[in-house]
Nanobody, 124 residues
Framework: QVQLVESGGGLVQAGGSLTLSCAAS????????MGWFRQAPGKERDFVAG????????GYADSVKGRFTVSRDNAKNTVYLQMNSLKPDDTAVYYCGASSSWGFLMNSQGADYWGQGTQVTVSS
């Protein structure tokens, strides 16, 4: 059974940094594009960042460009999201997703598999 397990969330002050990790198991990790999404209370889940299978292509939501960096380590079956200059508006549950198609991930913001999420709270 495919599992995506996020970690690294927590409480941080505005201007601070966090690094999220998502460890995948029971899937051929290098066959999948990986994405980060977030859902704030009362809002829909939004795309944050995506990375293709070998890390050579990345994409970001406008709201996080220049502050967040997505990366992956295929040897460790793990994708990361480095978040800098955090703002209270970044407060949300962050999810990782695995997509068999880069286009599906970036154009439809969809994924075949989802993690359970990790809470990020940014205080002002």
């Amino acid at each position: 059974q495919v599992q995506l397990v996020e970690s690294g969330g927590g409480l941080v002050q505005a201007g601070g940094s966090l690094t999220l990790s998502c460890a995948a198991s029971e899937l051929t990790f290098s066959n999948y594009a990986m994405g980060w999404f977030r859902q704030a209370p009362g809002k829909e889940r939004d795309f944050v960042a995506g990375i293709n299978w070998n890390g050579q292509n990345t994409g970001y939501a406008d709201s996080v460009k220049g502050r967040f960096t997505v990366s992956r380590d295929n040897a460790k079956n793990t994708v990361y999201l480095q978040m800098n200059s955090l703002k209270p508006d970044d407060t949300a549950v962050y999810y990782c997703g695995a997509s068999s198609s880069w286009g599906f991930l970036m154009n439809s913001q969809g994924a075949d598999y989802w993690g359970q999420g990790t809470q990020v709270t940014v205080s002002s």
